[in-house]
């Protein structure tokens, strides 16, 4: 979207602000103007098409967490490691408790053996939950979540060139309706339905997710959001 902005100071000294389009322009002090709104640095736009103009979203709250991603990527290493480590470690001692002996010192000795066994499985599915969070972060992109009242997330590079976790939630009204506030989440775009012999549909694998700012009155007037045309790889002040 292109926004035509005049500023200028008349010869009273009063301001005059001429603006064409949407534009959050809070006063600052001593009379200053800023625009920009309370993005905070952040821009998130739309995708244009022939029938829409590019738009720029409202973030109405951001949250920064304090672990930059190499740190993320660092700890779930580990993690992995030591998970993979006494994993491996319980395996030998369940086979050298089954083989040394029988009875209750058994059954007691191979009990404590699987409780250990599984915590290092249930380690090891917590690092690649980070790693997997770790290589999203990498990418510097938007992601939206699958329903509307979970906020979305990004991996924003801030000025000492560290990539930060940032817990974002964006708002729009919908152009066309006004009143109508635009949820921000992944649809499906493609996806591959399963019929049974009468016909009925009993499954829907979705192939492709699509990002959309999604109109709740009318789904045709949704605004595909961008979520890698930003500035989230460079490194600016936020």
């Known amino acids: 979207m292109t926004n035509t902005q005049h500023i200028g100071d008349s010869s009273s000294g009063n301001q005059q602000i001429q603006a064409d389009g949407d534009v959050t322009a809070p006063f600052a002090k001593d009379g200053g103007v800023a625009f920009g709104g309370d993005n905070h640095g952040i821009v998130i736009t739309s995708v244009p098409t022939p029938q829409e103009p590019q738009r720029t979203f409202d973030i109405v709250k951001k ?4 672990t930059p991603a190499a740190l993320i990527g660092t700890i779930s290493g580990l993690i992995t490691i030591a998970g993979f480590v006494t994993g491996a470690f319980s395996v030998k001692q369940l086979v050298d408790v089954f083989m040394s002996g029988s009875g209750l010192d058994i059954s007691s000795g191979m009990l404590k053996e699987y409780w250990w066994l599984m915590a290092s499985v249930f380690t090891i599915a917590i690092s690649f939950i980070g790693w997997s ?3 999203f972060l990498r990418r510097n992109v938007l992601r939206l979540p699958k329903r509307p009242f979970f906020r979305s997330w990004a991996g924003i590079k801030e ?5 930060y976790p940032y817990s974002l939630r964006l ?3 919908c152009p066309k309706c006004k009143n109508q506030k635009l949820r921000f989440q992944q649809i499906p775009e493609t996806w591959v339905d ?3 012999n009468t016909g009925k549909r009993t499954k829907r694998d979705v192939t492709k997710w699509a ?3 999604v109109c709740p009155r009318n789904e045709e007037h949704s605004i595909p959001v961008d979520i890698s045309g930003n500035d989230f790889d460079e490194a600016l002040p936020r």
Do not use: I, L
């Open 63 to 66: 949250t920064r967490v304090p």
């Open 171 to 173: 708002a729009m009204r």
């Open 133 to 135: 969070f770790f290589r």
């Open 159 to 163: 000025e000492n060139g560290r990539t």
């Open 194 to 196: 399963f019929y049974d």
């Open 211 to 213: 990002s959309m700012a």
